[in-house]
């Protein structure tokens, strides 16, 4: 007998040092909440002797206003014989400070089956817990941040995986970020499309360096979209080679810029090229005539007697004139062909690969359709009126195409003196 009551010892004392030596905190209690049994980390958390725990409650060791998970787990255990795990918030009254607890707690039974009390064993997860909420904290500050900045953001690795998008991204694909997340840009968007972004997207995984590229998609209505975008590379031990993205919607930055484009190279009454873009192009053609001998061929034409027009129906009645003028010198031109409003009343075209011939008869019918031209506004009467066309050809020795021009303005003259409605070669 006494040798089974020295090995029951050996092994409750060998029990209670393997308990003690566990950083876990370890204990057991009666159906009245008094501790029957606690573990050394459990008496150091106290900061209490084994006597001082043992047939005490928790009140004596913990704020359970704060603590009132503690005691609702507690009572699932004991009165309902539940099995409980869970986090509980404490305030331990020794330590004066709020501790989380992940929990394990089981009901201990008598011999008749009668629950009799409960064990349970608490792992401190304060510093994981904090950890967690900062990470969530930063994790939805970052969220917040790249959600609401004003450009398309994302992460895609050499495979083609978008890795994370934003909500702009997610809103241009419509769809959910989550249903994009973990899928290939071939799966998410129209072949060409996914192909004509993966271009610049090999660019930064080529040379590892970051590119800016100018890159269009198209919506839903047709639309064309210009982005302004940034890739840089973004590289992780032991992960894919990455890239972030930032492309910002320059839609209607470049729609004013064309504009602006627009209105600098345009004559704002006829919608016709104006004086300076004229010239600008006039010279690139001259020196491509010039480099390949090629043909080449140019108007200057005039309104007959615009002045009096002017005078006798007003300057509107003028203005409506000068647009039905334009629009059906428009309508003989080819597309390669150059139209443009010089000022006032005179117009220039010029006719790319053309010899004087094919100018000439063109020129006639330009003629004989203004001639037909009726004009009929809020003003008295019927406007009728006629052009007078001068006509020049490239020559091989043109010193430039200024020389060309003043032929044909020279050519404009003569048949405005000669009879004016004519056409003139010089």
Known sequence: MNKENNTISTFNSIRNEVLDSIDSFIYAKDLSGKYTYANQALLDLFEKK???????????????????????????????????????????????????????????????????????????????????????????????????????????????????????????????????IGKKDTDILPKEIAEQ??????????????????????????????????????????????????????????????????LANTDPLTNLYNRRFFTEQAEKEYNRAKRYSLSLTAFAIDIDNFKYINDKFGHPAGDQVLIAVAKQLKANLRQIDILARIGGDEFFILLPETFATAGMKLAERIRTEQSNLKIVGDWQGEIKLSVSIGVSSFLFDDESFDTMFSRADKALYQAKNYSRNKVMYL
């Open 50 to 180: 084994l006597a001082d725990v043992i047939g005490f409650d928790d009140s004596h060791f913990y704020d359970l206003v704060i603590s009132r998970q503690l005691k609702i787990n507690d009572d699932l255990v004991m009165n309902k014989a539940i099995r409980v795990e869970s986090e509980e918030k404490n305030f331990i009254k020794a330590k004066n400070e709020t501790r989380i607890y992940k929990v394990v707690k089981k009901p201990l039974y008598k011999s008749d089956g009668n629950v009799d009390g409960m064990s349970g064993v608490s792992i401190d997860i304060t510093a994981e817990k904090k950890l967690q909420e900062q990470v969530s904290n930063q994790s939805y500050l970052l969220d917040t941040m790249l959600n609401n900045i004003d450009a398309h953001m994302y992460i895609k690795d050499c495979e083609r995986t978008f890795l994370y998008v934003n909500n702009r991204v997610a809103e241009l694909f419509g769809k959910k970020a989550e249903n994009i």
């Open 197 to 262: 972004f993966y271009q610049s997207d090999k660019q930064v995984f080529e040379t590892n360096k970051k590119q800016v590229i100018e890159e269009t998609a198209h919506s839903e209505d047709g639309e064309t979209l210009h982005y302004i975008s940034t890739k840089v590379p973004f590289n992780q031990p032991d992960k894919l080679p990455a890239l972030i993205g930032f492309s910002s919607d320059v839609t209607e930055l470049y729609k004013l810029k064309e504009e602006f484009k627009k």
